[in-house]
């Protein structure tokens, strides 16, 4: 079983940044597939950026509506996966869960956090 807690959302202005964290629990951080989604009022959840497990390479993707803007990465070391948020948008506010798998599939996810940006 995987724990995954999130941290770092908060309120900032249009064009500002925030830096979330999410922190996982178990030995095998590494060997999972990591991932954030969000979803707005109103709105069904979304995918936003995933990075592969570890290995020769490290694949990253993103939803076309935060490419150049958000930045996904890992620190096996720490068990923590971060999303780098930059010149956010009031379109951005949503609650930002990060989620985890071995396979296709997303298996664990985390608790949430609130992201706030105001115009």
């Known amino acids: 079983q995987v724990q995954l807690v999130e941290s770092g959302g908060g309120l900032v202005q249009a064009g500002g940044s925030l830096r979330l964290s999410c922190a996982a629990s178990?030995?095998?951080?590494?060997?999972?597939?990591m991932g954030w989604f969000r979803q707005a009022p109103g709105k069904e959840r979304e995918f936003v950026a995933q990075?592969?497990?570890?290995?020769?390479?490290?694949?990253?993707d993103y939803a076309d509506f935060v490419k150049g803007r958000f930045t996904i990465s890992r620190d096996n070391a720490k068990n923590t996966v971060y999303l780098q948020m930059n010149s956010l948008k009031p379109e951005d506010t949503a609650v930002y869960y990060c989620?985890?798998?071995?396979?296709?599939?997303?298996?664990?996810w985390g608790q949430g956090t609130q992201v706030t940006v105001s115009s």
């Open positions: 989620t985890g798998g071995r396979t296709t599939a997303w298996d664990y």
């Open positions: 178990g030995r095998t951080f590494s060997s999972y597939r």
């Open positions: 990075i592969s497990r570890s290995g020769a390479y490290t694949y990253t």
